[in-house]
């Protein structure tokens, strides 16, 4: 039975081919949208990145280690910068590689037990909530939730574009 660091490596893993696959061809189109309110790839893929403000893989590397022991989360958020919004495809692939590298990093410095004894406040200010999580939740909550149903978001907007 694989560990929980290596089922949330595999999860991880599954979930960096299938952003980078439905990146392919987007270049001349990351910023396309089907309507105004709509959000574009480029505003998807850097809300994932940065959500928390940091990164998920900032978040993990500090909970793991004990350095971030809580922090705030805004939700709908597409951090958008002037310089993210002149990065090509490539340089968007190069921030999004340079994610995955540092959170699959961090997972391979961790033991087991750090994913489910670790844990951090959450102080969701848009939902005015506080909750505290593992480590292991927190990816759980990332990656199964919040990133699957943004990656969703993308495939339909690949979909509508026809490419």
């Not at 310089?83 to 490539?90: F, K, L, N, P």
């Not at 087991?112 to 951090?120: C, T």
């Not at 919040?146 to 907007?157: R, V, Y």
């Amino acid at each position: 039975m694989p560990s929980s660091i290596e089922s949330h490596l595999g999860q991880i893993h599954a979930t960096r081919y299938c952003l980078t696959r439905l990146l392919q061809g987007m270049d001349y189109c990351l910023d396309w949208k089907p309507n105004p309110s709509a959000w574009s790839a480029r505003q998807v893929v850097y809300h994932l990145l940065d959500t928390p403000k940091g990164g998920l893989a900032w978040v993990i590397d500090g909970v793991i280690s004990g350095d971030l022991t809580e922090y705030d989360l805004w939700s709908d958020m597409d951090n958008m910068t002037p310089e993210r919004q002149m990065h090509d495809i490539q340089e968007v692939l190069q921030n999004v590689n340079a994610f995955f590298d540092s959170i699959e990093g961090t997972l391979a410095k961790a033991e087991n037990n750090d994913l489910s004894e670790k844990r951090a406040l959450i102080h969701n200010k848009t939902r005015l909530t506080d909750n505290e999580h593992t480590a292991g939740e927190i990816l759980n909550r990332g990656f199964g939730r919040h990133w699957s149903g943004h990656l969703e978001q993308l495939k339909e907007l690949k979909e509508s574009l026809g490419v």
